[in-house]
């Protein structure tokens, strides 16, 4: 996928497990995914505005930083992070090896190939309107009644309780 990183601009980014398979069904691989991806915002990598984890796939509103302009690594060191904890997961017998997809090759694949979609957010409205749609996903998906009930999401924090798993960055950033 072509990614066109511009400095100082939004992305709204979605990525998904293999085949669309619910792998994050496990809230120990979602409270995991969660400890990663505020790692990367508290490593200065990104600065993050929304998120949102689903059984399938997951989408972020992220900034890049000027430690990390190019939001094609990061991703990168995301997704290996996480497969570490993946690794883990089917260590500790948390995962079954034989509900993981596999490449080709054998080995297991977590992530669909292809990077996701990707855009560039240029307006404080695109901005609103993503942070809307990542946070009303659980709800049009029919998993929660209201965006606050669903514990993996920044929908919490903008209702006021900073207490989940991952901070978002002041609007004032923006």
Same mark, same amino acid.
């Given at each position: 996928?072509?990614?066109?990183?511009?400095?100082?601009?939004?992305?709204?980014l979605?990525?998904?497990? $293999?085949?669309? !398979?619910?792998?994050?069904?496990?809230?120990?691989?979602?409270?995991?995914?969660?400890?990663?991806?505020?790692?990367?915002?508290? +490593?200065?990598?990104?600065?993050? %505005?929304?998120?949102v984890?689903?059984?399938?796939?997951?989408?972020?509103?992220?900034?890049?930083? +000027?430690?990390?302009?190019?939001?094609? =690594?990061?991703? !990168?060191?995301?997704?290996?992070r996480?497969?570490?904890?993946?690794?883990?997961?089917?260590?500790?017998?948390?995962? +079954?090896?034989?509900?993981?997809?596999?490449?080709?090759s054998?080995?297991?694949a977590?992530? !669909? =190939?292809? #990077?996701?979609?990707?855009?560039?957010?240029? %307006? %404080?409205?695109g901005?609103?309107?993503? %942070?809307?749609?990542?946070?009303?996903?659980p709800?049009?998906?029919?998993?929660?009644?209201?965006?606050?009930?669903? =514990?993996?999401?920044?929908?919490?924090?903008?209702?006021?309780? $900073?207490? #989940? =798993?991952?901070?978002?960055?002041?609007?004032?950033?923006?």
């Amino acid at each position: 996928m072509r990614r066109y990183d511009a400095p100082g601009c939004h992305r709204f980014l979605t990525f998904s497990c $293999r085949h669309r !398979q619910p792998l994050f069904e496990s809230p120990w691989l979602r409270d995991r995914f969660a400890v990663q991806l505020e790692a990367l915002r508290t +490593d200065g990598s990104i600065q993050l %505005t929304a998120w949102v984890l689903m059984p399938n796939h997951v989408h972020l509103l992220l900034r890049p930083t +000027d430690l990390a302009p190019r939001i094609g =690594p990061t991703l !990168q060191k995301l997704k290996r992070r996480f497969r570490e904890d993946v690794d883990l997961a089917l260590d500790l017998g948390i995962l +079954d090896r034989s509900q993981l997809p596999r490449h080709r090759s054998g080995g297991i694949a977590f992530w !669909q =190939p292809g #990077g996701g979609f990707d855009a560039n957010i240029l %307006t %404080t409205f695109g901005i609103l309107i993503r %942070t809307n749609y990542i946070h009303e996903n659980p709800v049009r998906r029919g998993l929660v009644a209201r965006p606050t009930d669903w =514990p993996w999401s920044s929908a919490r924090w903008y209702a006021g309780d $900073r207490s #989940g =798993p991952v901070g978002i960055d002041e609007i004032a950033t923006w």
